[in-house]
C-alpha cells in the first residue's frame, strides 16, 4: 500500500535554531517527492522537488535530502524564523498517476 | 502572474444542503484538481482534469459530489447533499501541461466548509 509518513506531527523551537522534519514513505513506483509549505489558511505551496537521482536540494534556509534506498526524506530548516511557522507535507509522486500526500508536520517558531 | 482563485473562502451549510465551489486556474493551465483537506490530515484527491476531461475521479464520492470543468478553464465543485463529514478546506490547483504529477501544482487558498 502507498503510504507516506511524516514525524514529528508537531514540532516547536525558538526563532534561529535548527530543526529537521522526516519523512518516510512506501510508494511505488517512485517518480519524486515534494516538500509543500502550507501557512494557515493558505494553500500549499512547493518548496523542493527531487527525483530518484537526486539526494539534496536546497532553497535557501530550506535544504530537503532524499535517500532513495531506505525511501527516507528529511526537510532541514536553518536559522528559523517567525515566518517559517507553517505546516510542512511530504508529498510523493507514483510512476504519473498518484500522488500520495503525508498528514504534514505543524512547525511553531516561538520568538 | 495571478494565482489560482477560489471562492468563497468561507461557508457555512446545514447538513443535507447544497453548496458550489468555484474555482479559476492559472492562465494557460490545462491540468486542474480538487483536493478535500480535514483538519489536521493532508490533502486528498477528489478529481483532476486534463482541460475539460476527467483524468481521475477515483476518490470522488459520486453519490453526493460532482465536478465540471465547462470549456477547460473555470471549475466548479458541488456537493448535494452536505454531510457533517464534509467539513474540510476544499482545495483547487493547477498545472502546466502534462497532467502527470512531475508537473508543479500551483494551489489556491481553499474553501473553509463548515457543515452544521
Known sequence: ?111 | EAGVAQSPRYKIIEKRQSVAFWCNPISGHATLYWYQQILGQGPKLLIQFQNNGVVDDSQLPKDRFSAERLKGVDSTLKIQPAKLEDSAVYLCASSLASGTFRDTQFFGPGTRLTVL
Request: glycine content about 6%; hydrophobic content about 30%; aromatic content about 8%.
Open chain 1, 1 to 111: 500500500k502507498n503510504q507516506v509518513e511524516q514525524s514529528p506531527q508537531s514540532l516547536i523551537i525558538l526563532e534561529g535554531k535548527n530543526c529537521t522534519l522526516q519523512c518516510n514513505y512506501t510508494v511505488s513506483p517512485f517518480s519524486n517527492l515534494r516538500w509543500y509549505k502550507q501557512d494557515t489558511g493558505r494553500g500549499p505551496v512547493s518548496l523542493t522537488i527531487m527525483t530518484f537521482s537526486e539526494n539534496t536540494k536546497s532553497n535557501g534556509r530550506y535544504t530537503a535530502t532524499l535517500d532513495a534506498d531506505t525511501k527516507q526524506s528529511s526537510l532541514h530548516i536553518t536559522a528559523s524564523q517567525l515566518s517559517d511557522s507553517a505546516s510542512y507535507i511530504c508529498v510523493v509522486s507514483a510512476g504519473a498517476s498518484k500522488i500520495i500526500f503525508g498528514s504534514g508536520t505543524r512547525l511553531s517558531i516561538r520568538p
